[in-house]
């Protein structure tokens, strides 16, 4: 019973360093400035600069703002923002707190705090919300979902969403009081209800960090208008590898009644 008590007490105590997994280091923008990628800081309400990138949209283009997941940084997701500048969309890439070399350290909260000054970052570029997709990935889904049930956007896109990480993470410790323990529980199938936006959720059957019933559970607690749109192929990693990202990009353009385009990346 002392052994219980002492895996609960570590697991407790570290269960930040098992739920995000930053790579601090200063993401480069490289050749996406030829694309018009564009370095940005965001402005957080609890007083942290944040580095993210930036592209604007043509005038009444939609504007993915990405949420990503909980590894790495946004330099990771460079291929996505060449496929959504392709489409001819714009981009805001959210940074993090202590992703990427910015300050602070992640939290719900923090994320949340993060993702709204994002919008605020928006709101100062004069790019109306009904130009706004949210777009999270992973556990940046939970972010997404949890912004977008009191913020009014176009649309709503998940990637391998999950219906809280409570529940994923009692999947993954079945030997754990989960729910007790947890800080951070990025509870989305209690928001899902309140989101007004179509949403779309894209998913690998054989995802075995998030397990695709998680996402199937979310999408039924979602209200219409709703998609949902899945690969037999890939885990975790390969939504957008197996036709994710292409389904992503078609979803905006119903959404905004627009052509098809594929610009060829710069």
Known sequence: ??????????????????????????????????????????????????LSWYLRPPDGAPIIVY?????????YRAERIRQFSGAGFGILMVGYRGYGGNPGAPSELGLLTDARAALGFLDEQKIAPRQRVLYGESLGSGVAVL?????????????????SISDVAQYHYPFVPVRWLLRDPFDALAAIGAV?????????ADDHVIPPRFGRA?????PEPKKSWSTASGGHNDVGRYGGTAAAIAFVQQQFAVPAVNHAAK
């Not at 219980?4 to 269960?15: K, M, N």
């Not at 009191?150 to 649309?155: S, W, Y």
């Not at 979310?218 to 979602?222: F, P």
């Open 1 to 50: 019973m002392l052994g219980y008590a002492l895996v609960l007490g570590l697991l407790f105590i570290g269960q930040r360093r098992l739920l995000y997994h930053p790579d601090a280091t200063r993401p480069v923008l490289g050749e996406l400035a030829t694309l018009g990628v564009r370095e940005v800081t965001l402005r957080t309400a609890d007083g942290l600069a944040l």
């Open 67 to 75: 949420l990503h997941g909980n590894g790495g940084h946004i330099g």
């Open 147 to 163: 912004l977008a049930a009191h913020t009014p956007v176009a649309a709503l896109i998940l990637e391998s969403p999950y219906t």
């Open 218 to 222: 979310l999408y039924a607690a979602a």
């Open 196 to 204: 007004a936006a179509p949403s779309l959720f894209l998913q690998a």
